[in-house]
């Protein structure tokens, strides 16, 4: 997956919508502390979809 546009919050959501959805075992995903991966929302996402 190639996005043309900067690491936004909605940028990263819609990844890992996609992630989810087109990947059937179970995912491990690393990330660092960049601001986008601290937002609000995406922290949300996370906790939503924790196995």
């Known amino acids: 997956m190639v996005f043309e546009e900067g690491c936004r919050v909605k940028v990263f959501l819609r ?4 992630l989810v959805r087109h990947v ?3 995912i491990f995903l ?3 502390r ?3 991966h601290r ?3 995406v922290q949300r996402w996370l906790r939503k979809h924790e196995a």
């Not at 990844?15 to 996609?18: A, E, G, H, V």
Request: aromatic fraction near 6%.
């Open 15 to 18: 990844f890992l919508k996609r």
């Open 24 to 26: 059937k075992q179970r």
């Open 30 to 32: 690393i990330v660092d």
């Open 34 to 36: 960049h601001p986008v």
């Open 39 to 41: 937002a609000a929302s």
